[in-house]
């Protein structure tokens, strides 16, 4: 197994169905135990979905059914924990298993290692618990290796933990080259759980106990629950990373002007440009999404009409002041919230999706007036999501760029770039909690 890759071992499960399912199926007609450990039943199928089969944790979240929600909530952060380490964690183990043992079992043995080194489990409580784990989950022959191998980490995994580069091993190597400079401390951001950070309406008071940052968002201590706070039922504020809060405000004033938000759910950005008085036409794909849209921009009082259509087919019936395209891209900006983004994506999928986001531009133009605006945004830490785009759009022609002045970004000024853009990464503005890796950038039809 190479360095920095998820830990797939060339073992596989014996039983075909346990690699499936990250455990034995029952045979029909005989049905499992009630689970007698709900959170690390649901970490582990969404562990081995993320390494076995690329599957996105919250699609695991939501298969998983109803259950109660700190079951949810704890086996969120076990899961969450075990990929945000788990580069480091496999260099833990390897040395401690002779053999390569089943995917399934590896990811158990992750789950141990994360509850012992950085979720302060007791040690006979994160044994016992994996094991138990293992029992149930078809995989009782590896109970005895779990044993040994988790005892072992409970002794010296602290010790072993201290003289790795976690920060190089926790990021998979194409990414890390990616990153260049800025690497080591993009990946020391991957280590800490994002904060929550609130958007206010014109008006709002914010919830107490939040620290007001100088760009206006309001920051909460990672864990808090934005759904408990009072005024969210009444749509006083929503959540919104303080670096995807820029781009929408680097628009400037865009009251009374007509607006295409072009890839819209789950709609933070267009309650922005509503509560900023704009004339929005919220255009989202996915039907699913544009159910939660709606009810977003329902619970945020914004006024917008919202459209279920291809941002790259739809056209206006008269073109428009402005586009907001917060283009679908490998969301490589939000790993911190999504640690299995890290694992999941690979460079195809990034160039796969540079491509969509040259399309989406040519379409935007379609959409816009002569000197018109388009805001071109991406959670995206990749050079080919961000500035390769613009270069090719001012290739491909019919755009001007104009950069964000220092006025503009006088709020957050580490973000503009000397070409003009704006960018943020995880590892900026560290002392107050840091943001989400973002790019923007503003470019005019001509
Ligand atoms: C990055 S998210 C947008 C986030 C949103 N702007 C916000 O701030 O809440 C991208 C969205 O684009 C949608 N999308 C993907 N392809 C699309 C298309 N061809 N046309 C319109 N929407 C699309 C996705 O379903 C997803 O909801």
Known sequence: MTQNTPPRGSGRPKNPSASRQGGRRPKPGQERRPSPDPTRDLAFDIVCGVVEHRRMLETTLDRAGPMDPRDRASAHRLAATTLRYMGSMTEILQPMLRREPPEPVRCALLLGVAQLLHLETPPHAAVGTIVDLLRRRGLAPFAGLANAVL?????????????????????????????????RSISRGLHREAPLDLSLRPGATAPEGGDVLPTGTVRYPAGTRIATMEGFEEGQFWAQDVAAAMPVKLMGDVAGKTVIDLCAAPGGKTAQLSAAGADVTAIEKEESRAVRLRENITRMRA?????????????????????????????????????????????????ALAEGQDAFIDAARDMLKPGGMLMYAVCSLQDEEGPDRIAAALERGGWKHVPFTDEELADMAIARTPEGFFRTHPGLWWDRGGMDGFFAARLIRV
């Open 151 to 183: 005892r072992r980490v409970a002794r010296e995994g602290r010790d072993l933990l201290e003289g790795l580069d976690d920060a190089r091993l926790d990021v998979p190597a194409w990414l890390w080259s990616a990153w260049g400079h800025r690497a």
């Open 303 to 351: 006024t917008a009409e919202t459209i279920v259509a291809d941002g790259l087919k739809w056209r206006p019936k008269a073109p428009v002041d402005a586009v907001l395209l917060d283009a679908p891209c490998s969301a490589t900006g939000t790993f911190r919230r999504h640690p299995d983004v890290l694992w999941i994506k690979r460079p195809r999928d990034v160039t």
